[in-house]
C-alpha cells in the first residue's frame, strides 16, 4: 500500500463500521471517517461515534497518529423520503416487497455518493463501508455487485480512480468478532462490545456480553448471533 494512501470510512458508530475503522487504520496511512445524519430513529449512533472513535485513539497509539478528521453530513432530507422504519416509529416486519421495513432505498448508494465527493476534496482514493452479503439483513444495496456497479458509475462521472472496500463483505458476524481480535486483540473487542451501538431502538441501558441493546430488534439478533457463535468457537482470530 502506497504511502500515500488516503482513506475515509463509512462510520456509523456501529459494531461493522467500528471493525472497519481498525481495519482501514491498519492498512492505510491517513484515515477519515464520515458520518450522516438521515434521521434515524437510533440517533444515538452519533454521539457514540465520537466515543468509538477517541478510544480507539487513546488504547491504539498506532492508530491515533493515522485518524483524520470525522465529518457529519446532514442527510434528514433524503430520511424523510423512504419513510421507514428506521426513521419512523412503526414494528419492524417485512414489507410486500419481501424486505425488511428497516431497509431505506438507496442509502448505500447516496452515502458512497456524497462520501465520493467528500474524498475528491479530501484527496482520498479508498471508501471504506461494512457492507456485508454475508450475515445482512436482505438489503440489496450490501451486494457487492451493487457496488462495484456504483464504484463504475462515480469513477466515471468524478474522473476519478476510487475503490470502495468492504472488508466483512464475505464475513459472518462471526467472523467479524474475530476480524475485530485480529486487529486490536481483546482490547479491540471490548471496545467495541461497550462503546459501538447497533440497537435499532437506540437502547443504551444494560451492558451485556454482546454489548448495549435491546436483545430483539433485527440489528440485536444478528450481533447477537454472531457473539454467541464466536465465543461457542473459543472467540478465535480471523486468519487472514
Not at 482520498?124 to 463504475?152: I, N, W
Not at 481480535?181 to 473487542?189: H, I, M, Q, R, S
Request: aromatic residues 8%; charged residues 25%.
Amino acid at each position: 500500500m502506497s504511502q500515500a494512501s488516503r482513506a475515509i470510512v463509512l462510520f456509523s458508530g456501529g459494531q461493522d463500521s467500528s471493525v472497519c475503522l481498525a481495519w482501514a487504520l491498519e492498512r492505510h496511512d491517513h484515515v477519515e471517517t464520515v458520518g450522516f445524519d438521515y434521521g434515524q430513529r437510533h440517533a444515538v449512533e452519533m454521539a457514540q461515534r465520537q466515543v468509538v472513535r477517541a478510544a480507539i485513539a487513546q488504547r491504539f497509539p498506532r492508530w491515533a497518529a493515522k485518524l483524520g478528521e470525522d465529518h457529519v453530513l446532514d442527510l434528514t432530507g433524503f430520511g424523510a423520503v423512504g419513510e421507514t422504519a428506521m426513521t419512523t416509529e412503526r414494528a419492524f416486519e417485512i414489507t410486500e416487497k419481501g424486505l425488511p421495513n428497516t431497509f431505506v432505498p438507496g442509502r448505500n448508494l447516496v452515502f458512497l455518493t456524497y462520501a465520493a465527493a467528500l474524498a475528491d476534496r479530501r484527496k482520498a482514493r479508498f471508501l471504506v463501508g461494512g457492507m456485508c452479503e454475508t450475515d445482512f439483513s436482505g438489503y440489496p444495496d450490501c451486494r457487492r455487485d451493487t457496488l462495484d456497479a456504483l464504484q463504475t458509475a462515480l469513477n466515471m462521472g468524478m474522473a476519478q480512480d476510487f475503490v470502495i472496500e468492504t472488508p466483512l463483505m464475505k464475513l459472518t458476524k462471526a467472523e467479524t468478532w474475530a476480524l475485530s481480535k485480529t486487529l486490536g486483540g481483546e482490547a479491540l473487542v471490548d471496545l467495541i462490545v461497550a462503546d459501538s451501538h447497533t440497537c435499532y431502538r437506540g437502547e443504551r441501558g444494560e451492558l451485556h456480553d454482546w454489548g448495549h441493546g435491546c436483545g430483539d430488534c433485527p440489528a440485536c439478533e444478528l450481533r447477537i448471533k454472531g457473539w454467541n457463535e464466536w465465543v461457542a468457537a473459543g472467540r478465535p482470530e480471523l486468519v487472514l
